[in-house]
């Protein structure tokens, strides 16, 4: 904040912010603080306005009474905190929020605390054991501990970890050979190389930006409901996310052994091989692992627009209102999620 | 014999590191280079090699000019280079480390296999001898103290037998004793296989210990280039500054 030695007039400046908050701050000389007000204030009433609250740009006016009083202030050569101001405006942000979003005491009728208790009673209660017969594929009658939901979850799940791991995999195959043209510290040699890094960076940026469930519509109208779709959009995805991760890794590394391996006369693919992969590797399979981990749990939410899946089977269960039914897959979900966690962090540890 | 005539090295920020130096090094020499931090003595080595591309002037390695040549890789395997951060894999094994001083000699197929010739491994092992290192094969490179992994980084360097070192400030980030166990070496490669050494250095009491000729640079020129023992008090401080006074490192 650059307050000049020389005083202002106190009643001129609070003059000024009266017409216009902020202008007393600008002559008073805090140049930064004038211009927040000066284009803050109306932005923030505008916003208030938009969302059709009128009641609270009265309350906003305390912030212009407050920039009257601070600039007088600043004039007179003192400072004052913005806490208060800020504050309010925080508050009054919040208020706009809750409207906004039609955030409630929610009204329970007897219909919806029925929901509410079937939904939570399937969650304690989750159908896993149910001992009953039944006929395997070749005719024979057999006596199973297990519900049909668990029967049916469990191999599902076991798809959904599959789908995720090959759609990791085949993000790798082609995020590895391009995270290194991804790689700021590879490419700046030459303008072309420049280039193909920013080429490669906006691929990996779009590809990202896109959220996996979109891939997934897609994948689905052009291959047809079911895992592959998913392992298509998972695969489509990760290269974006994966790619990024590993050039940053590549960006990360240490220069002086690449110049040193450059020295002994080796060409520019031994440079990479001796001096780049060996730093990157612990890298790499720590995100791998960590992509695979979050494509466990996207797989999941793919299932639910047709990516196959358990995340299939629950959408299935959820819209015939069989809670005990999906709470199964859930808690399926969860625990594998979990295990899946813990691992990947154990072993991020140790390969770094 | 290495010849540099009249290199000048402009960085794209404008910095002129180099201002037309010449220099003619025969065969066999240990050449020491002082002089303050920027004064060029970094960028001077790495021009010879051109891991930096000079500006302008030529670099001539016997007959070869190296600044034309169009087979890098066939100068750069007979220059050794040395660093002050020692410049290793850290995550490599020793052994790997050493082995990749012969990757100019080895193609592109055989070294992504890692498939190194017998000789290439008896000669690793070798030079790990000769600095002392032998158990350390196995190991991997950051377990290594300081001055052992500049012993990996001349037994690298040994690998390529080259005919000319550069060392980079070889032992400025390594304590008195270790210093000078270090260039030793560098000594031994000198006067036992007859390698050229051009060493940038701090400390003109190391120069005078170890080289036959001293050259220092200031502002990317040539201010002096003669014998140690010519280097008077008049002298230090027209290359080192009215400021500087001369210490003496053990």
Redesign the interface.
Known sequence: MSINSARRSPILAALLSLVLPGLGQIYGGSYRRGLTLLIGLPVQAMLFYGVGLNWLLGWTALVWAWAIYDAARIARGRETSAMLPILLLLILNIFAACSVTQIRVPQLGKEQRNVIGQITQGFVKPDVLHRHTVETPDGKSIVTPFSDAARLSAPKMLETIYMALLGTMISLVFAIPLSFFGARNLMSASPILKLIYGLTRGLFTILRSVEVLIFAVIAVAAVGIGPFAGVIALAIHGVGALGKLYSEAIESIEHGPIEAIRATGANEFQVVLYGVVPQVVPQFIAFTLYRWDINVRMATVIGLVGGGGIGYLLIQYMNLLQWPQAATAIWMIAGVVMVMDYASAVIREKVI | MLRIENVTKVYPNGTRALNGISLEIPTGQFVAVIGLSGSGKSTLLRCI?R?IEPTSGKVFLDDVEVTATTD??????R???I?Q????????TVL?NVL???????G?LA??FHSFSQEDYADARASLTRVGLTEKESQRADTLSGGQQQRV?IA?AL??KPEVI?ADEPVASLDPATAHSVLDHLEQMNKKDGMTVLCNLHFLSIARRYADRVVALKEGRIVFDGAPEEIDDAKFKSIYGEEAVQVEIA
């Open positions: 090699n891991l890098l890789r066939c100068i750069r395997r220059i050794g280079m660093f951060h020692f410049n290793l894999v850290k995550r490599s790997t990749s001083g012969r990757l100019g000699y080895v592109s070294s992504m980084g690298r690998m390529q550069l």
